[in-house]
């Protein structure tokens, strides 16, 4: 029989933002493989399980923990922040995965920040959207200009992943006047959110004007609305459709 | 203080696939509003609770009921299939809100099924992506034609969300057309997930080129990968970008 492994979406943070399923399968499981920050967000619950950890940008490496501990008979679970196959480890560890054949992954969904920063907003993705992340570590930044041009075009609501770091403090402006150069208005409507599902849960609701020339840290969600998108009462609406 | 109204999102049907946050809100709350279908996929746990339905194509209605039944001073809880957010009902139910401002909103998000159906398949949406549905029921063909040609424009990760009706049995045919005449080519690879997180749950991959002529039903979810994304082990895998 393979050796299952599992990657698991634990959502934005927030325990009860988990799925049952994914409480149930770090709890049966012997050792729990994961980013610190992450393995952090899990608070109490798994306090006394193994833990075993890797830094930022040894993704890859976290991915050959897993398959390593899995041929000791160890259950093994990785774990993504938001859902394990939205830029989680679900698509790096079927890579790793050709190297060790007994193996089977089992991925377990959970609610990326699309979801727990709409709900958040109000109902900005009601209707059809994308989602982009602004991150050029691993994407050609022309792919990324010609998707936000992509994304305008045909009039999507938007969610950006990775507005912001420290190296790129203008790719949400550079992400912005791409967008308003291909149709999208400056009223616009918008809004993001930061630490979401986490403590100090903070949100905003903007146009795309005043996004351009905001600044966002690494931990903020952004939301453009449709052309049909509005902001009431501080709450951003894209509507399903329905005439009301 | 306001009264308080959830829009719950309950995942694809399967109780352990609901968030801890949906679970302890159901619990909590007087009544159940919901579409009869979602109302059966809750199952046992609720069996006592007062449940409240319409059927579908009522959807301004229910939306309606909720805020009746809290004029009643009862909790209310109306649920959605996925996410509230992403095709449900949080943005009808904030229109509905502007004629009863003494409610407020709390919008519980849930595992969609372009994360859901992701999971089963592999890891078909692991960079960016779009979400697109195919239902002109309240959206003008000409704008889902608009969408999918700059999806294919913008070589996103593509999902579909109501792929097939009766009525609608050939606009899965007529979309794949819409791609492969803006660029995608008949090899790129694709899958389905039938019955997502429900009994008989099936899955299938394949290219967009046999996708075109296969006939889906009303319950399926549609993947198209990017250029770069392939199938290995009957997995379906959107690179995250990494060099492996």
Redesign the interface.
């Given at each position: 029989m393979a050796r299952e492994i599992y990657v698991v979406?634990i959502?934005p943070g927030?325990?009860?933002?988990?799925?049952?399923?994914a409480?149930?399968v770090l709890d049966k499981c012997d050792v729990i493989i994961g980013y610190s920050v992450y393995l952090e967000l899990l608070g109490d619950r798994y306090k006394d399980k193994e833990k075993l950890q890797t830094p930022m940008k040894q993704?890859?490496r976290r991915c050959e923990m897993c398959f390593e501990e899995a041929q000791k008979d160890k259950r093994v679970a990785m774990i993504c922040s938001g859902?394990?196959?939205?830029?989680?480890m679900?698509?790096?560890?079927?890579?790793?995965?050709?190297r060790y054949p007994d193996c089977e992954?089992v991925?377990?969904?959970?609610?990326?920040a699309a979801?727990?920063g709409?709900?958040?907003l109000?109902?900005?993705?009601?209707?059809?959207?994308?989602?982009?992340?602004l991150s050029d570590?691993?994407?050609p930044w022309e792919?990324?200009e010609?998707?936000l041009?992509?994304?305008a075009?045909?009039?999507?609501a938007i969610v950006l992943y990775n507005p912001s770091s420290i190296k790129r403090a203008d790719y949400l402006m550079k992400a912005c006047d791409i967008l308003l150069s291909n149709g999208c208005k400056e009223d616009r409507a918008c809004g993001y959110v930061v630490n979401i599902g986490r403590e100090g849960t903070t949100s905003k609701c903007l146009t795309l004007g005043e996004l351009r020339n905001t600044k966002v840290n690494m931990f903020t969600t952004v939301f453009i609305g449709n052309s049909k998108s509005y902001i009431?009462?501080n709450?951003l609406?894209?509507?399903?459709?329905?005439e009301?």
């Open positions: 979406g959502g927030a325990e009860d933002m988990m799925t049952v399923q409480l149930e993704e890859i859902d394990a196959g939205v830029y989680g679900a698509a790096p560890m079927y890579e790793i995965n050709k992954l991925i377990v969904p959970g609610v990326t979801l727990s709409a709900a958040v109000g109902a900005p993705i009601n209707h059809d959207f994308v989602v982009i992340s570590l691993l994407t792919l990324i010609k998707r041009a992509a994304a075009m045909g009039d999507f009431f009462n709450k609406v894209t509507r399903r459709g329905y009301i």
